[in-house]
């Protein structure tokens, strides 16, 4: 038999290093947890905006600087959602950048709509079998104008698209087919880890749907308008948000306004949200039958990071719903 030479085996350990995955880093808890699934035991996943951090008033601290300069893929929801990692995105070094709201067969509406009459889609050639909604917010402590640039706007695309599980779904096949483009000596992994998360949420979406049915006419009130996918998704009304989109504090007039507007739904429930204090949901309910229920966490900020976390979040946030709005919370 022929024994290899150290030059040889040295050729063969090199080949082995250049194969390994390009190095994934991704802005939030729940666009992290997609990437993961893909990625598989290959390699961590590194997620800029972990528990207690504000996409809004994020700075990138040199390490993370770091991370991006060298990372071979961005997965980010997108400048509407994080408009400060628009200019690191677009200088990547020899990486790529894989804007998720503008994927193939990603649903998209705007903020304030209803169901699929407001909806739109990113593109008219939807090659993916899945297709349809996303998330983020930030601390009443540093709140803020939503004019100073920080956030994103409450008009146009409301950016929390992955809290429609066919978003998701449509976005891992997307992850996939990114790092496999990359890295195609395991393209079969991703592609496997992809099918194997797509088919994982399509059962828990089926569970949601039987477990969220019979409070589908209830109405009830959320902190600040970040819920609109899954409502449309799963057929509730729509939440009454205290807050616009960019989980700005409300003016004096707007709580008013939504104070007299949850008393004469006759909301049921009024959701806090993770990282906000209680009070302005209190506030809002005044004079109402409203109840407070559980605490949404839309974002996963609240979650262990890693592959669990989107389902968990989805888990988390109709359970919470289900429960207040049948009367058990």
Not at 49 to 73: T, V
Request: net charge negative; charged share 20%.
């Amino acid at each position: 038999m022929r024994l290899l030479t150290t030059t040889a085996i040295l050729g063969l350990l090199a080949a082995k290093a250049m194969a390994a995955p390009p190095q994934i880093v991704t802005d939030i808890p729940v666009t992290g947890s997609l990437a993961q699934q893909v990625l598989g035991d290959l390699g961590e996943v590194r997620v800029l905006i972990g528990d207690g951090a504000d996409p809004h008033h994020f700075q990138l601290k040199p390490s993370d600087a770091a991370a991006l300069q060298s990372a071979g893929l961005l997965v980010w929801i997108g400048p509407e959602m994080t408009p400060w990692l628009e200019r690191a995105a677009d200088n990547l070094g020899d990486g790529s950048s894989l804007s998720l709201l503008t994927v193939p067969g990603t649903h998209l509406q705007e903020f304030g709509a209803e169901g699929d009459d407001h909806a739109e889609h990113a593109h008219d050639d939807h090659d993916h079998e899945h297709e349809h909604e996303h998330e983020h917010e930030h601390d009443e402590e540093h709140g803020h104008d939503h004019n100073d640039g920080h956030g994103h706007s409450h008009d146009g695309t409301d950016p929390h698209a992955w809290l429609d599980p066919h978003n998701a779904q449509t976005w891992l096949t997307a992850i996939a087919r990114e790092l496999a483009t990359q890295d195609p000596e395991n393209a079969e992994t991703y592609a496997a880890n992809a099918e194997a998360s797509v088919k994982q949420i399509g059962e828990l979406e089926a569970q949601l749907n039987a477990q969220l049915e019979p409070v589908k006419d209830r109405p009830f009130a959320v902190f600040h308008d970040a819920y609109g996918y899954f409502t449309a998704h799963f057929g509730l009304l729509p939440g009454i948000a205290v807050s616009l989109g960019d989980a700005s504090a409300p003016s004096a007039a707007r709580l008013s306004e939504i104070s007299a507007q949850i008393a004469d739904s006759g909301a049921e429930c009024a959701f806090p949200e993770y990282g906000h204090k209680q009070a302005l949901i209190q506030s809002a309910i005044e004079g109402s039958d409203a109840r407070i229920g559980a605490e949404l966490d839309p974002a996963g900020r609240g979650i262990e990071a890693g592959a669990g976390l989107y389902a968990e979040m989805l888990q988390n946030m109709g359970d919470a719903l289900a429960e207040c709005l049948s009367g058990k919370g």
